[in-house]
Structures are given as C-alpha cells and as structure tokens.
C-alpha cells in the first residue's frame, strides 16, 4: 500500500518537530534486528530520554533539509533514527550497549544492528565519532573523577604534615 502526499508530509512534519529540540540524533541500520530485539532497544529508549523513530530514507532526508541540513551522506540499509534530548552521550551509550549484550559473540556483519553516523552539534558525523561519545562515561562519573583529582592534591598535603608530625613527636 504506497503512502499518499498527505501522509508523507505528515511523516516530515513528524520527523522535523522530534528532530528540532534533539542535542543529538543516532542513525542506526537495523536490518536483520528481530521483532523482539527491536522492543527491547525500543523499551530501553523509553526508560531514558530518548526517542527512536523509523522512517524512509527519502523522507528522512526531506525533514533534515527542510532544517538546513541538506549535506546528508549515503545512509545504507534500513534506517532507524534515535532523538536524544538529555545529554548527547545517552543514545550512544545505551546502543552501544544494547549491541555490546544483544549481539555478545557476533561478528559485526551479522549483527542486527550497526550504528552508521549521525547529527551531533548540527553536523553530520560517521560512526566512528558517535561511538567515541558512547565511550564517555555519564555525567555523574565525570563528576565524581573530577572531585577526586580536584581533592587529591589535598589529601598528599594533609598526609605530610602527619608525617611531619610523627617525626617531631618522635
């Protein structure tokens, strides 16, 4: 059943407004990914602040034109589209690890999911650079190292002057 002129400009107006407020968007191709798998990744989604969208390859590209992204690069394959609204490593992070438990063992050609670039800071990037951000550890992580390097220099301090102590009292 072919989709009417109406639905599709639907389906850009649909893809534009998830698109809009996102700080990042994750192209994925899931051919091959079972009906299970893709609820799993999909109620993982929804536990975070992301949202995941499939669509047409030719009316993807009308909804990132249509935003003044008109540099779009061959995407293969059949496209899903993960919208991140938190911080832009979430998406990335959680489909890498999705992959990473799902596909434990598989090669990468036989797996049922592949993530092939990406819109990040308003530029298309491959999948290397989004596999890079899903290597960053969450924000809370980041925090609690920085805390600690920051108090470090601290700690050496006050074991000195203990040390100074003991050799005084001594």
Known sequence: MSTTKKQK???VQELKKLF?????LVFVNFHGL???KER???GEFRKSEVKYKVAKKT???RALGAMGLTDAPKLEGE??????????TEPPALISKFIKTEFRGLSADRRGLKIIGGIYESKFVDGDVIGRLAAIPPREVLLTQLAFILSQPMASLARVFKEVEKKIRS
């Open 34 to 36: 079972s009906v299970a």
């Open 9 to 11: 400009e639907s389906i």
């Open 79 to 88: 496209i899903g589209i993960a919208a991140g609204y938190g911080e832009a």
């Open 40 to 42: 799993k990744l999909r």
């Open 20 to 24: 809009e407020k996102a700080s990042i």
């Open 59 to 61: 009316l993807l590209k």
